[in-house]
């Protein structure tokens, strides 16, 4: 089972660009699908984006699209979220999943592999 450790996120103003990264203990991380989700304060944890076992596919939530790009390095054990074009919106801390079940948003859900987060803070 991977261990995932998120880092990346700061304060940052409007328009501006954040890189996110999740880095994965493990021999495995390769077969997992990944996913980022965020969460802001009395909101409920949302997806973002999800990137399939090889990164040869992806899926991004309607709020983000086309601002943020989700890909992974499975020589590093590694999976980032580029975000540009921020909005204040965006506020929230940010979670990434791993899944050995698969790269849909409820096998991601479903999985008790999640790291501790990483606080975007958008001003306007």
Same mark, same amino acid.
């Given at each position: 089972?991977?261990?995932?450790?998120?880092?990346?996120?700061?304060?940052?103003?409007?328009?501006?660009?954040?890189?996110?990264?999740?880095?994965?203990?493990?021999?495995?991380?390769?077969?997992?699908?990944?996913? #980022?989700?965020?969460?802001?304060?009395?909101?409920?944890?949302? +997806?973002?984006?999800?990137?399939?076992? *090889?990164?040869?596919?992806?899926?991004? *939530?309607?709020?983000?699209?086309?601002? +943020?790009?989700?890909?992974?390095?499975?020589?590093?054990?590694?999976?980032?979220?580029?975000?540009?074009?921020?909005?204040?919106?965006?506020?929230?801390?940010?979670?990434?999943?791993?899944?050995?079940?698969? #790269?849909?948003?409820?096998?991601?859900?479903?999985?008790?592999? #999640?790291?501790?987060?990483?606080?975007?803070?958008?001003?306007?």
């Amino acid at each position: 089972q991977v261990q995932l450790v998120e880092s990346g996120g700061g304060l940052v103003q409007a328009g501006g660009s954040l890189r996110l990264s999740c880095a994965a203990s493990g021999r495995t991380f390769s077969s997992y699908g990944m996913g #980022w989700f965020r969460q802001a304060p009395g909101k409920e944890r949302e +997806f973002v984006a999800a990137i399939n076992y *090889s990164g040869g596919r992806t899926g991004i *939530s309607d709020s983000v699209k086309g601002r +943020f790009t989700i890909s992974r390095d499975n020589v590093k054990n590694t999976v980032y979220l580029q975000m540009n074009s921020l909005k204040p919106e965006d506020t929230a801390r940010y979670y990434c999943a791993a899944s050995d079940s698969g #790269w849909a948003i409820g096998d991601l859900k479903r999985s008790k592999t #999640w790291g501790q987060g990483t606080q975007v803070t958008v001003s306007s």
